[in-house]
């Protein structure tokens, strides 16, 4: 029996590599050190009323963040590998199969599990806050979108250490990713993770659509929404028609993996370009999806740090929702080289192009606002003008891969590689670390040490380059991605080795930030006006970190820009625009609805990934059951009274 157990627990288990039982004993010691503390300190009543079954939008975001910070943490550490393994020729730091795990989580984790929460926190933290809300239009459904994600993020990091990862790369092409070529479950926690928190991510999509659509302030019409604002909901559309494209074709090839059916097998009159078009129907637009937000935060904070109203307005709504559209017409573009022929060649080609318009009309539009401006060179500004350079570099090399002929050289090199790299962390994460910056005191009510934000913004900007303008040149050079090795013929030595350098500079450029947050939290900078930027839109009109409620009235919009505007009238010498009296108001209960339905799902999830259908079966059954039981549920809101109202705008200085 003994050794029926050992067997059983050496092929559950992920065994044999140093590596693993490192993150084995760091992940038993950092549940341990959390349930420590919330036992020690008696705070897990705190836990479950502030946080777990919140659903304040503002908390919500918070976890948003942390979650993506530790997904930051994690694929930024398989990227060091990787990058460790290459950094000379025949290496045997990593195994083939290990490094093919390795590149496959890291994409994964980089796009769905951290840039996509960053996105949401930042969605969560500021859209309700910009339009005058007092929070989005289903606040517990936005709570399970976050607790969809967590556990989907969990289901997935938990095959790192249980049943083994993923390695068919991060779209899961077949037929590697099939049974006959992949039978272990790695691909199967791949398939699960990313469906559980897809349902999440659309959920969260249809909530900020209807939020922005329908619970702006009075007299904000859409023309006068914050431009980050309009990023979000162009994003968001984009989300809606993009995501159940990821699901059904996920879908598809789990029936594939476990019912043996053949969407994807050339052996049952399938066909695996089939799923390559449906993966990269959602995968394309997935890249505009995190990138459109990123485009809003820089049109925000150039207008605030210029101390000018945004260059082009109108046209900067035109290219978001112009790109929104675009975004779908593109996806060819990532196999010219399978066969479609010449004349879906270039279609694809112009449309790729094509898209690259709005995209200059946006750099253009930010270049105009800061000329003759009176910018201020703070931490979100720094991050807005790094990206501009990076952006501009990704994009045309964006272009020359939309070049059908080209491409047949670039196709699958690390030229591509560097190109990708530019674009996601050019725009999207130097995008998302402005709106960090920018926000951050808005959420916790002080400002993070500027001279480490400093040394943060140099050390990643600095180890960009030096890690991915190398790889441009090892592309042309015919290095393609996915080489666990090489040897020292190919000349490639010299360039990999500085890249390596690169990326480890980036890596401290992250721990400075920590420890910039951690000084920070110390030294408590904090934030008494509510508005320590000087401004434009409305979530700068009240106190930092905003109150539960957000708004003691309901502000009245005359203008873009409008709070803004109502400084400079009373610069001018006018008076105050003038409040309505106070009147109780009407806020959402907590629920522990998601967190007990996410569970389920997470059930569901790991149950299906063993075939083990004595879980999967009842989890799914929980899953409809709790959500039949909420439907029963007319308990869910309260009103906040006016007394406790004006005791909370008294004590932050504020008259009503």
């Given at each position: 029996m003994w050794e029926d157990i050992k067997d059983w627990a050496s092929d559950f288990f992920v065994t044999g590599d140093p590596l693993i039982y490192g993150a084995d004993v760091g992940i038993v010691l950092a549940s341990l050190s959390v349930l420590f503390v919330l036992t020690y300190f008696k705070k897990w009543g705190w836990f479950w009323r502030e946080w777990v079954t919140t659903v304040d939008h503002k908390k919500i975001g918070i976890m948003y963040i942390i979650a993506s910070l530790l997904m930051l943490f994690r694929g930024g550490v398989d990227a060091l590998l990787m990058r460790t393994q290459l950094v000379m020729p025949e290496m045997e730091f990593l195994k083939p199969e290990h490094y093919n795990e390795i590149f496959t989580t890291h994409g994964v984790i980089m796009i769905l599990f951290m840039a996509m929460p960053l996105m949401f926190g930042l969605f969560n933290i500021s859209v309700p806050l910009q339009i005058g809300a007092r929070d989005v239009a289903f606040p517990v459904l936005n709570s399970l979108s976050f607790w969809l994600f967590f556990m989907g993020a969990m289901l997935f990091n938990l095959s790192f250490v249980i049943g083994g990862s993923p390695n068919s790369g991060w779209l899961a092409y077949p037929p590697l990713s099939e049974k006959m070529f992949n039978p272990g479950v790695g691909q199967d926690f791949y398939i699960w993770g990313i469906q559980i928190s897809g349902i999440g991510s659309l959920m969260t999509g249809i909530n900020f659509i209807v939020t922005i659509l329908k619970m702006r302030a009075p007299g904000m019409k859409l023309m006068k929404m914050p431009m980050f604002t309009w990023s979000v909901l162009g994003s968001c559309l984009t989300i809606i028609l993009a995501f159940p494209v990821l699901t059904v074709t996920l879908a598809l090839l789990f029936i594939d993996r476990f019912l043996g059916a053949h969407f994807f097998t050339l052996d049952g009159g399938g066909n695996p370009m089939m799923y390559i078009n449906l993966i990269w129907?959602?995968?394309?637009?997935?890249?505009?999806?995190?990138?459109?937000?990123?485009?809003?935060?820089?049109?925000?904070?150039?207008?605030?740090?210029?101390?000018?109203?945004?260059?082009?307005?109108?046209?900067?709504?035109?290219?978001?929702?112009?790109?929104?559209?675009?975004?779908?017409?593109?996806?060819?573009?990532?196999?010219?080289?399978?066969?479609?022929?010449?004349?879906?060649?270039?279609?694809?080609a112009i449309s790729t192009m094509v898209i690259a318009i709005p995209t200059g009309v946006?750099?253009?539009?930010?270049?105009?606002?800061?000329?003759?401006?009176?910018?201020?060179?703070?931490?979100?500004?720094?991050?807005?003008?790094?990206?501009?350079?990076?952006?501009?570099?990704?994009?045309?090399t964006g272009v020359m891969l939309s070049v059908a002929p080209a491409d047949f050289?670039?196709?699958?090199?690390?030229?591509?590689?560097?190109?990708?790299?530019?674009?996601?962390?050019?725009?999207?994460?130097?995008?998302?670390?402005?709106?960090?910056?920018?926000?951050?005191?808005?959420?916790?009510?002080?400002?993070?040490?500027?001279?480490?934000?400093?040394?943060?913004?140099?050390?990643?900007?600095?180890?960009?380059?030096?890690?991915?303008?190398?790889?441009?040149?090892?592309?042309?050079?015919?290095?393609?991605?996915?080489?666990?090795?090489?040897?020292?013929?190919?000349?490639?030595?010299?360039?990999?080795?500085?890249?390596?350098?690169?990326?480890?500079?980036?890596?401290?450029?992250?721990?400075?930030?920590?420890?910039?947050?951690l000084y920070s939290i110390k030294k408590m900078d904090k934030d008494t006006t509510g508005d320590p930027w000087d401004g434009r839109t409305l979530e700068w009109s009240i106190q930092s970190p905003a109150p539960l409620y957000n708004f003691a009235t309901d502000p009245v919009v005359k203008d873009v820009d409008d709070w803004w505007e109502e400084k400079q009238r009373i610069k001018a010498g006018g008076k105050p625009t003038p409040k309505p009296a106070l009147q109780p108001i009407h806020m959402p209960k907590n629920s522990a609805m998601p967190i007990i339905k996410s569970t389920f799902w997470f059930l569901a999830g790991f149950g299906f990934v063993f075939d083990w259908m004595w879980l999967a079966l009842p989890a799914m059954a929980g899953v409809a059951i709790t959500m039949l039981f909420y439907s029963f549920r007319y308990d869910t809101d309260y009103y906040i009274p006016v007394d406790e109202i004006r005791k909370t705008e008294a004590a932050a200085g504020r008259a009503v």
């Open positions: 129907m959602w995968g394309h637009p997935e890249v505009y999806i995190v990138v459109l937000p990123a485009f809003g935060i820089f049109s925000d904070v150039v207008s605030t740090f210029a101390k000018k109203k945004l260059f082009g307005y109108s046209s900067m709504v035109i290219a978001i929702m112009s790109i929104s559209v675009v975004s779908f017409l593109t996806w060819a573009h990532h196999f010219f080289t399978m066969g479609s022929g010449a004349s879906v060649n270039a279609f694809f946006k750099v253009f539009n930010w270049l105009f606002t800061m000329y003759k401006g009176r910018i201020s060179f703070q931490a979100p500004m720094l991050w807005t003008m790094g990206f501009i350079p990076c952006f501009v570099v990704g994009g045309l050289q670039f196709h699958n090199s690390y030229f591509l590689i560097a190109h990708f790299h530019q674009v996601l962390i050019g725009g999207v994460v130097f995008g998302y670390f402005a709106g960090f910056y920018y926000w951050w005191p808005k959420m916790f009510g002080f400002k993070l040490d500027e001279k480490l934000g400093r040394w943060a913004f140099w050390l990643w900007n600095i180890g960009f380059y030096v890690c991915f303008m190398p790889q441009y040149v090892v592309g042309l050079m015919g290095m393609t991605r996915r080489y666990s090795t090489y040897s020292w013929d190919t000349g490639w030595f010299g360039l990999n080795l500085v890249s390596t350098i690169g990326g480890f500079i980036m890596g401290i450029g992250f721990l400075v930030q920590v420890w910039q947050i």
